[in-house]
């Protein structure tokens, strides 16, 4: 009897001793719970204060599965009165699964007042379900802006990985919203604000019995871009039925003012969550609308890349504006028999750099390349940021490919030879760039030699309150120190494009500004395929048509590229896109009306 | 001598001070603790109140039994509480799935609380009948006479009174002067028949047993329990939370705080040195119901004392056992501190039966 007594006393001062530091915090942890509260995600406006992204108050059920005998059976209930999907269901178990002590389970988004209704006359018969009000985010513009913006989601298990593996993690519940693509992710930490939490002292059922502590929840802060939604309208439509792309932005800050990707996608459908089939659709779609073709889509520039491969020629001596050859309608490297043809069979006779630029003389630029050899060349594109990130202010970014003897020796663990040099002339070798980087280098043309870093926001919003985030400008442009009597060659002769006997003479015609431009039409073909069937001509391999412009030519405000998957010529398909776009923001600016 | 000393004399004269005492003070130690842990329901307190006057009177009637008729009622009051027993199975009412209460149209009782005081009584009658004569086949009929209502008690299914009308019977037969063989003969019957044992019982006390070994495994299940009171129990400290100012009990996270786990309560309120003060009055209680066992006057009375205080002790034991973690968890109230009125009387009856015993010590040594 005393050893047992003695038994007990040592368990008990065991317990309440040696270890009642422990239990005084598990004491504690039963009796209080901390709830958070959810803070307003900032708004995002375009640079008229149209709102591409704001909240709205809605409805969701919410499950308490804490203490719950059976809660497959409440579901299946409730599922009878409420649509409740199979994939919803493995959602719902898996949250469950893995759900904190009084920590709520979202069985439904976004309820319809019809389901409000429903639940709120049967809600007797479930206890542990709850309405809640919740903040939805919303997308305006949809598709328009889907690429630009990203989405808002419930945060998933892999998100919470990464948070936790940045420090992040206390700031998130387990059913929050996180920024996912675009603007929403690249912004997360400012747009979202800070989670406020309420301690609140709870009995074993969860009531909560009185509020002990309170911390506010601080709201995001809104976001103001540097988009026209006006001009991302008129450029999605431009673009029609093709897929592609169109990135316009203001040569002189590098803000950018329509950043479209065609096919985009309905970005409600991320919020609010998918089914499968049409979830599958998105995913298995051969217009791949995941894809940011704006940033992240990769094309051959064609001829578009010919104004800078002009400006090294110029630059480095190896042309002079008046320097002239004769075209008999293809190149051969000295020695060497096999013919790089030009575009126009019977050639285009005597050819200098304005012609070879106003008519996009191949076998002008054959030769150039050939002269300038791939080192010269690699170190301009680089220059001008082709093969390299951009610095916009998006998660993800191609750098396409600037190639050089370096890259080709990695790649393909092959040397460099000369006739790689030919194709790259005509922008149609082993050259890679995403629209993004092909506007951003127009934009230099057109601001006499600044490479600038472009940015989607317009306000400094961000700066003043969040420190380390500052907003990409003008002063992190690169200037390229060149020559502005070569730049006013160059300009002069993407001018004479735009005009009769030019490669998109039709497209610049009747313009009341001045535009200047070059047209490029891209071949298809796959680097890493390299083979494809020639005897299927389908539209997926037709050519990529492109076109860059600057207006006004004298005094540019805008600089844009456009690419038009599989669209055929670039003067006849991009060009007049191009022209859509700049008439509408010339429109706009003259009357000097917020657009939309 | 007048009327009101002779009253008082009678009233007094065979209750043990010492004992009414340490009862009393637990009945005190009852009603704080039932207090703080029903939130302040008075009604409650009350209702306890009622039961521990009720028992005192029980207690106090059962001393004034003259002493030879405690020997005679036993085997009676054991076949008694057989046949209560088998009614119960058959008519019992249904009560949290197990089938424990009789209802006699006036009065609804409990035949397995009956039993605890029965069976060692009778036992100890028993072999103080046959004691010259014992061969093992008298320990065999023992231990069928135990083995029958601990089987009934078992499949109602309680499993916590089961264990202590069987340790009650235990008891009197290793005081019996059973040889050591026969002890042994015995363990080895009960190491061979823990399989067996262990299918007898129902699947919900299985999973009590295997949470005790590992109560994290079903925090919100079975493990609850006992989670929750090793949480009341630690958190209370050496010098505990204060009378009422228990987080764990105040806000229902300690499930069962008025009856089998009220020891929770004032081991969160009153802290170690709280529960070391219980202690002491527990022990206080068990020494002198021992003194009175070993004095006692004759062997049936000597046997059915050891078996009523080994088996309070017991009581006592499996409780605290049980919410502190160490044992799974049966369903034994803590000995006159929870709540409830049938384990308070069968209690008070073996108390009494002990006063019994004492007040009748020196009439027969003299």
Request: aromatic content about 10%.
């Amino acid at each position: 009897m005393v050893i047992m007594s003695f038994f007990l006393v040592c368990r008990l001062f065991y317990l309440q001793v040696i270890k009642t530091d422990y239990f005084q915090v598990k004491a504690e942890e039963n009796r209080i719970n901390v709830s958070p509260i959810a803070p307003n995600r900032g708004l995002i406006f375009d640079r008229n204060g149209n709102v591409l992204a704001r909240n709205y108050s809605s409805y969701a059920l919410e499950f308490l599965p804490y203490g719950v005998d059976n809660p497959e059976l409440i579901l299946a209930n409730l599922s009878r009165l409420i649509s409740i999907t199979d994939e919803e269901k493995i959602r719902i178990r898996a949250a469950m699964a893995d759900t904190g002590r009084f920590s709520n389970v979202i069985i439904r988004d976004d309820l319809t007042e019809g389901e409000i209704a429903l639940f709120t006359s049967n809600a007797y018969r479930f206890p542990d379900v709850k309405l809640s009000a919740q903040l939805y985010r919303e997308y305006p513009y949809g598709e328009l802006t889907s690429h630009l913006l990203g989405y808002v989601r419930r945060i998933s298990k892999s998100d919470l990985r990464v948070l936790e593996d940045r420090g992040l993690r206390a700031g998130y519940t387990n059913s929050d919203w996180i920024g996912k693509r675009g603007i929403e992710a690249f912004y997360e930490s400012v747009l979202r604000g800070q989670l406020g939490l309420r301690h609140v002292e709870v009995d074993a059922r969860g009531t909560e019995l009185r509020l002990l502590d309170r911390q506010n929840a601080i709201s995001g802060k809104s976001l103001t871009l540097s988009i026209d939604i006006g001009l991302q309208r008129q450029a999605f439509e431009a673009l029609g039925d093709h897929n592609g792309a169109l990135v316009a932005l203001n040569p002189n800050d590098g803000s950018i003012l329509a950043f479209v990707s065609k096919p985009g996608y309905d970005p409600s459908k991320f919020v609010l969550g998918f089914d499968q089939a049409s979830w599958s659709e998105l995913r298995n779609s051969p217009d791949r609308p995941l894809v940011n073709r704006a940033s992240s889509g990769v094309y051959p520039p064609g001829s578009t890349l010919k104004p800078f491969l002009a400006l090294a020629g110029l630059e480095e001596n190896v042309r002079s504006p008046d320097w002239s050859m004769w075209d008999p309608g293809f190149f051969s490297i000295p020695g060497s028999k096999h013919k790089f043809r030009d575009w126009k069979k019977e050639g285009h006779g005597q050819v200098n750099l304005h012609k070879a630029i106003v008519e996009s003389v191949d076998t002008y630029f054959y030769k150039l390349a050939h002269e300038l050899e791939i080192d010269k060349i690699h170190t301009y594109l680089t220059l001008f940021g082709f093969g390299q990130k951009t610095g916009i202010d998006l998660p993800t970014e191609s750098i396409g490919i600037a190639p050089s003897r370096d890259w080709k020796r990695k790649r393909f663990k092959a040397p460099w030879y000369p006739g790689d040099t030919i194709s790259v002339g005509i922008g149609q070798g082993y050259n890679l760039v995403t629209p993004l980087q092909l506007a951003v280098a127009t934009a230099s043309i057109a601001n006499g030699g600044f490479v600038l870093r472009p940015t989607l926001l317009r306000k400094e919003t961000v700066e003043r309150t969040q420190k380390g985030l500052t907003r990409a400008n003008a002063t992190s442009s690169r200037p390229l120190n060149l020559s502005s009597k070569n730049l006013d060659t160059l300009r002069t002769a993407m001018e004479g494009v735009m005009r009769a006997g030019g490669t998109a003479a039709r497209a610049g015609a009747g313009a009341s500004y001045t535009i200047a431009g070059k047209t490029g039409t891209a071949q298809v073909f796959s680097l890493r395929g390299g083979e494809y069937d020639e005897d299927s001509i389908q539209k997926r391999l037709q050519d990529h048509a492109l076109f860059v412009a600057y207006a006004p030519a004298e005094d540019p405000s805008i600089a844009l590229a456009v690419v038009v998957e599989n669209g055929g010529g670039g003067g006849s398909v991009a060009a007049p896109i191009a022209r859509k776009v700049l008439d509408a923001y010339f429109k706009s600016t003259l009357l000097g009306a917020p657009s939309e | 001598m007048s009327f009101s000393l002779r009253l008082k004399n009678e009233l007094t004269k065979r209750f043990d001070f010492p004992l009414l005492i340490l009862v009393l003070l637990l009945m005190a130690v009852s009603l704080f603790a039932l207090y703080s842990s029903s939130q302040g329901d008075v009604a409650k307190v009350s209702a306890q109140a009622k039961n521990f006057i009720f028992a005192l009177i029980v207690m106090w009637s059962v001393a004034k039994i003259p002493f030879g008729y405690l020997s005679r009622l036993a085997l009676p009051l054991y076949c008694l509480a057989l046949i209560l027993l088998v009614l119960t199975m058959l008519v019992g009412d249904q009560a949290k799935g197990a089938q424990r209460w009789l209802d006699l149209q006036v009065i609804r009782v409990q035949p397995s609380e009956l039993m605890k005081i029965a069976l060692p009584l009778t036992l100890a009658w028993y072999f103080d009948r046959f004691e010259r004569v014992l061969r093992p086949r008298h320990y065999l009929f023992a231990i069928f006479l135990l083995l029958i209502p601990t089987i009934l008690i078992l499949k109602q299914p309680d499993l916590g009174t089961a264990i202590l009308v069987l340790a009650s019977g235990v008891f009197v037969i290793f005081f019996s002067g059973v040889s050591l063989r026969i002890i042994g003969f015995i363990v080895t019957l009960t190491v061979l028949l823990m399989p067996f044992a262990w299918s007898v019982l129902e699947p919900y006390q299985q999973v009590r047993i295997l949470t005790l070994l590992n109560p994290s495994s079903d925090p919100l299940g079975a493990g609850y329990h006992t989670i929750q009171s090793t949480i009341a129990i630690g958190s209370g400290g050496f010098w505990g939370k204060g009378w009422l100012s228990g987080t764990q009990s105040q806000l229902n996270f300690l499930p069962e705080g008025t009856t089998d786990f009220i020891f929770a309560v004032l081991a969160e309120e009153f802290g170690f040195i709280g529960v070391l003060l219980v202690f002491l009055i527990y022990f206080l209680l068990i020494w002198r119901s021992l003194t009175i066992a070993i004095q006692a006057p004759n062997n049936f009375s000597r046997l059915a004392a050891m078996s009523i205080v080994l088996t309070f002790f017991i009581y006592a034991f499996v409780n605290i056992g049980m919410v502190i973690g160490v044992l799974p968890i049966v369903g034994v109230p803590l000995p006159l501190i929870s709540l409830g009125g049938s384990s308070a009387v069968t209690i008070s009856i073996g108390f009494g039966v002990l006063m019994n015993f004492r007040a009748n010590h020196r009439l027969v040594q003299t």
